[in-house]
């Protein structure tokens, strides 16, 4: 959540974020009016609570007539005093109420606009010329048939559509992919770890994730936990409730889960493979910083994935994302985007995200600095989600017998092979 001091100090820095986002410029003044309800009628409360002492101490004193004016005065002040502490409840209600609907502050350097208003950074690799090349690309389905690696088919039968089984060398590509990465970021001094795939509706809602993506969010009623879209929402409540001694930071895990999205909003795009599916695998970068120190950590995290990508050697631009296309956590956001030469365009396969100190005020997590005690910044990067990494792979590494060359980062862990090959049938 926002800090409501801010709010308060500049909430035209607030209205012109919610703009920007393209979200209802209205819940500001909802939030303030809800806000000068809360601290009048705490003002109130703390007010006529005095007088109520006050009023118990002289009614010992009194006498006759006097005791019971005195008597009767308290009656009243106790009515008074229980409405007004009613009236504090709902204020404090409704404005915990609205806050949590405020998307965190777009930061200012960010693009206006919506999806596809982002602005390119960079642009890394060269996209092969197949028709140089002497053959026609195979997207990565046929490819992974080819190799025996994915079966959608009976991922349908078993689960429905958007469930695929990874089979031989897919399954074994699914695990070097998170061994090569783990490898990177404990190299880079990540905390390696492997977190729980269900959460707490507290965790859920503290990480931002049951605003506007709640629709894309897996919920087990009979037992209220959530099968986590991520494991930046078990990193990001790993600290939850607690004080952390400055000398500590940064600190820094990477994750390694199970994901599981629903992806609501997404009927009839990318229906074809792997690229969008509803379970996944995903190793997962997250800090914990100061706040002055966040947008410089988000260029670490930025730098992290980038040398990521450019191990497994695919083609990839970078791109600021637009206001409009920011999750409610994200101050500002980058995405890494694989060329996908099938589809004959970029495609997202990292993220990463600066969220300032939104999550941690969510979810109590402060910094000790001295006699200080603050919110600190959290921010978060996917380092490889799995099958659209596969799926860039084999696009960019295909061969024109449909045999497939493999990253040299990633054979030690595919038992030295160097290329996959077509199974025979």
Known sequence: MIDLRLLREDPDRVRASQRARGEDVALVDALLSADERRRSSGVRFDELRAEQKALGKLIPKATGDEKAELLKKASQLAADVKAADAERDAADAETQELVLQLGNLVHPDVPVGGEEDFVTLETHGTVRDFAAEGFEPKDHLELGQLLGAIDVERGAKVSGSRFYFLTGVGALLDLALVNAAMAQATAAGFTPMLTPALVRPQSMAGTGFLGQAAQDVYHLEKDDLYLVGTSEVPLAAYHMDEIIDADRLPLRYAGFSPCFRREAGSHGKDTRGIFRVHQFDKVEMFSYVNPEESQEEHRRLLEWEKQWLTSLELPFRVIDVASGDLGASASRKFDCEAWIPTQGKYRELTSTSDCTEFQSRRLQIRVRDGKQVRPLATLNGTLCAVPRT????????????????????????????????????
């Open 390 to 425: 596969i799926v860039a792979i084999l696009e960019n590494h295909q061969q024109a017998d449909g045999s497939v060359r493999v990253p040299e980062v990633l054979r030690p862990y595919l038992g030295g092979r160097e290329v996959l090959e077509p199974v025979t049938k």
